[in-house]
């Protein structure tokens, strides 16, 4: 009895650490102990299963087979890895623009995900809202036709007042004698009214057109409203121009604030899936990159979130040395997106790789406290494409993924053994 007890010990332990090992073999248990012998293998199957299943979960491997359904024992991983495929389902519908996403489970991590996408829904309105808002006022100051108010001489508006037939100057206020002594503006200015005098009937309403001046390499954006009249009894034509260049630039910030990475200045998520979006709808070959920053996460905790933000700043630097037709993206923490069209998978990994060694020579100075590095994955995608824009881009993070393992071992000699973060 005492030597069936200690071989069923035996296989338990082995079970549990050694499941290499773990072998029954039931003929060898007396005939009171074989029911007992069955049901530890029952038991070791379900530890092997969730031992499984758990390794795919710590890895973030949500399409990995489930366990059976007799197994007890993974009943709470299968309920943390329906919640997991959730999460994730409404983190993509995040991306896509739906800030109504709100979670009910996780703790702390729940309110921190609700409170993001309320603030993202905040600032994405009101982007909105002011951006329609300049539009309208721009709109409105290039429509505006009323003569007998913008035809003043102390109007901040340039007007001007030529002869049709001989493109005579009849009459301009003060700000268009300022730019008359000016060489750049005023032969564009003369080719221009020159132009748009062919193109204004004596019997047409006013029109409305926008017209570029520069001036020692700087544009300005005028809206000019053009009216045939007659003026001193003369058939003439009337500029109006306004200069919108201010409103220009507030909505060129504007968009740039909606669609740029506040910390890199390069483009947001927000931007980088509507165009990934685009350029599969579109058909484009083109190639897909994701890089992930290795070891930020122990960066923003061992010297604070400013020497974290180093970090990325860092990486962008190198991330823009790939080439001057890339679009770089910053996804998130510490994730970016490179989309570029014309680059095949092999020579788009032999570039990442150079990029990546010219940021692992960081390492070398003495003064680095902790490990430069950076994983990546590259998916080319080609014209006749059939997946969608978000298995596309799991398809590179998997890539990266495996690269960072591929890579750990070489990150673990390079660094200081001492320093658990490089």
């Not at 995900?113 to 309208?136: G, P």
């Not at 579109?282 to 180093?310: A, P, Q, T, W």
Request: charged share 30%; aromatic share 10%; net charge negative.
């Amino acid at each position: 009895m005492d030597t069936a007890a200690e071989y069923l010990f035996e296989y338990l332990r082995d079970v549990l650490y050694d499941p290499a090992r773990a072998n029954m073999d039931l003929t060898r248990l007396p005939e009171g102990f074989k029911e007992l012998g069955q049901g530890l293998e029952f038991f070791a199957g379900c530890v092997s299963e969730t031992r499984t299943f758990a390794k795919f979960l710590a890895k973030g491997e949500l399409n990995c087979p489930l366990p059976s359904h007799d197994n007890e024992m993974a009943a709470p991983l299968k309920a943390l890895h329906a919640t997991l495929k959730h999460l994730t389902w409404q983190t993509q519908q995040v991306a896509k623009g739906d800030y109504h996403q709100h979670v009910d489970y996780l703790g702390e991590f729940a309110a921190a995900f609700n409170t993001m996408t309320k603030q993202l829904e905040q600032r994405h309105v009101a982007l909105a809202r002011e951006i329609e808002l300049s539009r309208q006022k721009t709109r409105a100051l290039e429509q505006s036709n009323d003569l007998f108010e913008t035809v003043t001489r102390d109007s901040e508006q340039w007007i001007a007042v030529v002869e049709r037939d001989t493109g005579e100057l009849l009459f301009c206020n003060y700000p268009v004698t300022q730019i008359l002594a000016a060489e750049d503006f005023l032969p564009q200015l003369k080719r221009r009214m020159s132009a748009e005098m062919t193109e204004t009937d004596s019997g047409m309403s006013s029109r409305s057109v926008e017209i570029e001046l520069t001036e020692n390499g700087i544009v300005q954006y005028f809206t000019a409203l053009i009216r045939p009249i007659t003026w001193r009894e003369k058939p003439s034509v009337v500029f109006v121009l306004s200069d919108v260049s201010e409103a220009r630039a507030h909505i060129r910030e504007l968009e740039n604030t909606a669609y740029r990475d506040t910390l890199t200045r390069q483009y947001n998520r927000h931007f980088g899936m509507r165009l990934l979006d685009r350029w599969t709808a579109e058909k484009r070959s083109f190639m897909l990159c994701f890089v992930d920053i290795d070891n930020l996460k122990y960066v923003n905790d061992k010297f604070g979130h400013n020497e974290g933000d180093r970090y990325i700043l860092s990486v962008t630097a190198v991330l823009r040395g790939f080439s001057p037709d890339i679009t770089i993206c910053r996804l998130g923490g510490d994730e970016f997106m490179l989309l570029a069209e014309g680059w095949d998978e092999d020579r788009a990994n032999a570039h990442l790789e150079a990029l990546r060694a010219r940021l692992l020579k960081r390492n070398e100075d003495p003064d680095s406290r902790y490990f430069h590095s950076m994983s990546y994955g590259v998916v080319a995608v080609p014209g006749d494409n059939t997946l969608s824009p978000s298995e596309l881009l799991a398809k590179a993070d998997e890539k990266m993924y495996k690269y960072k393992r591929d890579h750990k071992l070489e990150r673990t000699s390079l660094a200081d053994t001492t320093d658990p973060g490089k």
